[in-house]
């Protein structure tokens, strides 16, 4: 601490402030000097500890990967266990939304991503996949987790959009969109934990019908 109380600058304190920033208002709202506000510093102290905004950027991305918790039980069904990551990623997604577009635009330092990387091979190898095989399971089980959090937050912003979601769909032309119109109710319904579960089963399945080594 320094005189007064007042504490140390760090890149820590920093990426925690720019992660805070985020999550409250948005990416669009993150700034150099708007991250130096929620700290009450002098923008110009920030690049002390983070060069630019593009340095932050990995930083808020690699903070929240770090965070990821990936507890494994070797003595499971694979199938299990790759549901356990999948969940891992839910949950971190869930816990820093906003953050999570950072993640899929912005490079993670090694070693931090690739945590979820090792574990995903282990699972696919456990499994009996071979190697170019479990590279390819390792990146759709990611981009299943990445993408169905990105979908849930696109289907909320929908139904923030349109107030009345029902009147909305009342108004399209029956001729033009018979099976939008037809399924109106399901298309509006927002069951997040479901729809994630559902796609969770496909995928799991589809990986294993794949052929063993």
């Known amino acids: 601490m320094r005189p007064g109380g007042q504490r140390v600058l760090s890149r820590e304190r920093i990426v925690l402030a720019a992660v805070t920033l985020v999550e409250r208002e948005g990416e669009a709202a993150l700034s150099m000097r708007a991250v130096a506000g929620e700290l009450g510093v002098a923008v110009m102290s920030l690049y002390n500890h983070v ?100 979908r849930e937050l696109d289907m909320v912003k929908m139904l923030d959009y349109l107030p009345d979601a029902a009147s909305s769909f009342a108004e399209l032309d029956p001729v033009l969109y018979p099976h939008v119109t037809a399924y109106a109710k399901e298309l509006t319904a927002h069951d997040p934990d479901s729809d994630f579960e559902f796609g969770l089963d496909l995928l799991i399945s589809a990986i294993d019908g794949l052929p063993r080594r």
Not at 115 to 144: N, P, Q
Request: some cysteine; hydrophobic content about 50%; aromatic content about 8%.
């Open 51 to 150: 060069p630019n905004k593009g340095a932050l950027l990995s930083g808020i991305a690699q903070y929240v990967m770090a965070g990821l918790d990936l507890p494994d039980d070797e003595n499971l069904d694979w199938k299990d266990r790759g549901r356990s990551l999948v969940h891992a990623f839910r949950g971190i997604a869930h816990e820093y939304p906003a953050c999570m577009t950072i993640v899929t635009t912005h490079s993670v330092e090694f070693p931090v991503g690739m945590k979820a990387v090792e574990r995903a091979l282990a699972v696919a190898d456990a499994a009996g996949f071979d190697g170019a095989t479990s590279v390819r399971i390792m990146r759709a089980l990611i981009a299943y987790a990445l993408g169905a959090q990105l």
